[in-house]
T-cell receptor, first 114, second 116 residues
Framework: DQQVKQNSPSLSVQEGRISILNCDYTNSMFDYFLWYKKYPAEGPTFLISISSIKDKNEDGRFTVFLNKSAKHLSLHIVPSQPGDSAVYFCAAKRSGGGADGLTFGKGTHLIIQP | GAVVSQHPSRVICKSGTSVKIECRSLDFQATTMFWYRQFPKQSLMLMATSNEGSKATYEQGVEKDKFLINHASLTLSTLTVTSAHPEDSSFYIC????????????FGSGTRLTVV
């Protein structure tokens, strides 16, 4: 049972345009969400996160939006750059205050075309 | 920033042998570390939570006797894949929680295990 879903295995975007990566979750116990960027044979690199008490968090070119009622979040990258080409994972943490492991989606392969 | 060092980066072993993977926090103390496994084109699946000085907590479906976790110090956690089989071939990644940062999960660079 996939509790965090990234339904687009890949996404192709032209350089300079906006990239929008989507993520849906089913577990209402998730209260913190993170986005990671990953290259093959490397560990994930943290990009941005958002708490369930917020609906938006922005950091430079990256903005994450959370729609709690729809159990949906999205990552916006603008403007998209060639170096953004990678696999992006959405991850979620259960509420409870302790240090819990993360639940990941399957990832979306973002390809930025020149 | 917080760095997690994971070794080896890749290992090839014969079926039936055991392999140890190390995960070290270089500039911080990691009371809790996590071990994940990733199969090709799949998500990272949490295998276990490693707590310093106590037994690891395993996720459902993960064999604790096969995947031995030791977290003997605040900077080192090890995962030993015992009696490895080809189906254990995967990408294993560790992660540590950085104290003092809200849910700051830092990941190691991963280990590609191939069992032949």
């Amino acid at each position: 049972d996939q509790q965090v879903k990234q339904n687009s295995p890949s996404l192709s975007v032209q350089e300079g345009r906006i990239s929008i990566l989507n993520c849906d979750y089913t577990n209402s116990m998730f209260d913190y969400f993170l986005w990671y960027k990953k290259y093959p044979a490397e560990g994930p690199t943290f990009l941005i996160s958002i708490s369930s008490i917020k609906d938006k968090n922005e950091d430079g070119r990256f903005t994450v939006f959370l729609n709690k009622s729809a159990k949906h979040l999205s990552l916006h990258i603008v403007p998209s750059q060639p170096g953004d080409s990678a696999v992006y994972f959405c991850a979620a943490k259960r509420s409870g205050g302790g240090a819990d492991g993360l639940t990941f989606g399957k990832g979306t392969h973002l390809i930025i075309q020149p | 920033g917080a760095v997690v060092s994971q070794h080896p980066s890749r290992v090839i072993c014969k079926s039936g042998t055991s392999v140890k993977i190390e995960c070290r926090s270089l500039d911080f103390q990691a009371t809790t570390m996590f071990w994940y496994r990733q199969f090709p084109k799949q998500s990272l699946m949490l295998m276990a939570t490693s707590n310093e000085g106590s037994k690891a907590t395993y996720e459902q479906g993960v064999e604790k006797d096969k995947f031995l976790i030791n977290h003997a110090s605040l900077t080192l956690s090890t995962l030993t894949v015992t009696s490895a089989h080809p189906e254990d071939s995967s990408f294993y990644i560790c992660s540590a929680v950085v104290r003092g940062r809200d849910y700051g999960y830092t990941f190691g660079s991963g280990t590609r295990l191939t069992v032949v």
